[in-house]
C-alpha cells in the first residue's frame, strides 16, 4: 500500500483563535505579542502585507501600530491550548492515525485513501474543522512527510488551491520545488542553510538533485533523509505515540524586577506548580530538581544568576513534594542587591509515575498525595486553571509577567464564557 500524508496546518493560529470569539478582528491587522508583551509571535495576514516580521520587539513598530490601527494583543495560551486540542480532535474522526507535530500542526496517514478523490476529502476536512472550531487550515498532501510540509506551504500561498493542494496530483513538481528555497525546507536549519548556499544549492529542487556522497558527508543522516523524502521515499513514520518527555521546563520573564526573597519563592512556587500539573499529564515522576534565576543580561547593573540542583530521594509528582525542595532551593541561591529579571524551574531525570521504586524509609502517605493530586488538577480543570492553589505562589503575585491586551479564557473559565446578548 503507498503511503501517503496530509499536514494540517492551522493559519496564522494565534490570530484566528481570537478571531474567533471577536469577530470585529476579521479583516484587520492584528499582532499577538510574547509574554510581557515585549515581540511579535503571531501576525494576521494583514499585519504581514505591513512588513511586520515575526520577533520583532512590539516598540520598534509603534509607528506601524499608529499609523494602520494595527489590533495587539497579548498572548493567551490556555486559550489556544483549548483551541488546538479541538482541533486535534475533529481531525482524529477523519482518520484512525493522527501524529499531533505542535500546536498548530498535524500529519494525517492517508495511506488507503488513494480510491477517493483526496483534494476533495482535503477539502472536507478543512470545512468540518472550520465549522466546528472556527479555525482554518491549509492542508498539504503528498508521499512523504517533507513533501507535504511543501504541499502545504503550496495551499496557504496559491489562492487556486483553495486551501488543499494535492502533490501527487501535480504535473509541474519540479517547478514547485525551484520556487522554494532551500532554507524554508522542513529540517533545513540555519547552519546547514549556509552551507547548501555556499555550494550552490538555492532551491528544494536543487537539493533533491544534489549528490547523496556529498549530502552524506557534508548533513550527515539528517541531510540524506531530508533528500530522500524530497524524492518521494518515505524515511520518516508517522509518530502515533511520542517519545516520554526527558525534561520538563516552566520559566517566565517578570513583569518588573523581583528584589526580595520573598517574591522569588512566590514565582518559583507557582513554577513549581505549573510544572508538576504537566507532569501528573504526562504520567511522570521527576527524581532530580533544578531551581534557577538570573538578572537581567542587557541593563547596565551588577550581574548574577545562580541554579540549585536537588536529588529527590523517592521520584514524584506531587506539588506538595516538590515545593518542599525547592523552596530551599531558592534560599540557597538568591542574594540580595540584585534585580532578578527571570526564574524558573526545570525537572530532569523523569519516570514512569507508575513504576516509582519507593524508598525503605520513605514515610509519606503517597496514596493520599495522589488523591489530593487528582482533585485539585480536577477542581482547576473544571473551574479554571488557579482557581485553587498552593498558598506559597502568592495571592497578588506582582512579579507575573504583564498581558496587558490578553482576551479572556473563553473556553478553559467558567467566568470568561462568552455571554451572548440579543440585539
Keep these: 500500500m503507498p503511503l501517503l500524508f496530509a499536514l494540517v ?105 488513494t480510491s477517493r478523490d483526496l483534494t476533495d476529502y482535503g477539502r472536507t ?87 547523496d556522497h556529498w549530502i552524506r558527508k557534508r548533513m550527515g543522516v539528517v541531510g540524506a533523509r531530508i533528500v530522500q523524502e524530497l524524492r518521494g521515499v518515505s524515511c520518516l513514520p508517522l509518530e502515533e505515540c511520542p517519545a516520554p518527555k526527558q525534561g520538563i521546563t516552566v520559566s517566565r520573564s517578570f513583569g518588573r524586577p523581583v528584589t526580595t526573597v520573598a517574591e522569588m519563592k512566590e514565582s518559583v ?7 508538576a500539573k504537566k507532569l501528573r499529564e504526562e504520567r511522570l515522576a521527576v527524581t532530580v530538581l533544578t531551581v534557577f534565576l538570573t538578572t537581567n543580561t542587557f541593563k547596565d547593573e551588577p550581574q548574577y544568576s545562580n541554579a540549585a540542583t536537588i536529588k529527590l530521594p523517592v521520584a514524584t509528582d506531587s506539588t506538595s513534594d516538590l515545593l518542599r525542595y525547592a523552596l530551599p532551593g531558592v534560599e540557597r541561591i538568591f542574594r540580595e542587591g540584585y534585580r532578578y529579571k527571570k526564574a524558573g524551574v526545570m525537572l530532569t531525570a523523569l519516570v514512569p509515575a507508575s513504576q516509582v521504586q519507593v524508598d525503605l524509609f520513605d514515610h509519606q502517605d503517597r496514596d493520599r498525595s495522589r488523591r489530593l493530586m487528582r482533585t485539585l488538577d480536577g477542581l482547576n480543570d473544571c473551574i479554571g486553571a488557579g482557581t485553587l492553589r498552593y498558598a506559597a505562589e502568592g495571592m497578588t503575585q506582582h512579579w507575573k509577567a504583564r498581558f496587558e491586551r490578553r482576551s479572556p479564557a473563553y473556553t478553559t473559565n467558567w467566568r470568561d464564557l462568552p455571554v451572548a446578548k440579543a440585539s
Design 9 to 113: 496546518d492551522c493559519n496564522n493560529f494565534y490570530v484566528s483563535c481570537e478571531r474567533v470569539f471577536d469577530p470585529k478582528l476579521e479583516g484587520k491587522p492584528v499582532v499577538v505579542l510574547s509574554n510581557n508583551d515585549g515581540i511579535v509571535v503571531a501576525r494576521s495576514n494583514e499585519a504581514k502585507a505591513l512588513g511586520i516580521k515575526m520577533g520583532v520587539p512590539e516598540f520598534q513598530i509603534r509607528h506601524l501600530i499608529r499609523r494602520y490601527n494595527v489590533q495587539v494583543l497579548s498572548s493567551n495560551y490556555a486559550l489556544y491550548g483549548d483551541m488546538s486540542q479541538r482541533v486535534m480532535d475533529t481531525l482524529a474522526q477523519f482518520t484512525p492515525n493522527l501524529e499531533v507535530y505542535s500546536i498548530d500542526e498535524a500529519f494525517l496517514s492517508l495511506s488507503g485513501f
Design 125 to 211: 476536512i478543512r470545512t468540518k474543522v472550520k465549522r466546528w472550531t472556527g479555525i482554518p487550515v491549509s492542508i498539504g498532501i503528498a508521499e512523504t512527510k517533507t513533501l507535504a510540509k511543501v504541499a502545504a506551504w503550496r495551499a496557504k500561498r496559491c489562492k487556486d488551491a483553495a486551501g488543499v493542494f494535492d502533490l501527487t496530483a501535480c504535473q509541474d513538481r519540479d517547478v514547485l520545488l525551484a520556487s522554494i528555497p532551500a532554507e524554508d525546507i522542513w529540517g533545513i536549519g540555519p547552519n546547514y542553510a549556509r552551507l547548501l548556499t555556499l555550494h550552490g544549492i538555492q532551491t528544494a529542487l536543487d537539493l533533491r538533485m544534489a549528490d
Design 269 to 275: 512556587a507557582f513554577y513549581t506548580s505549573r510544572a
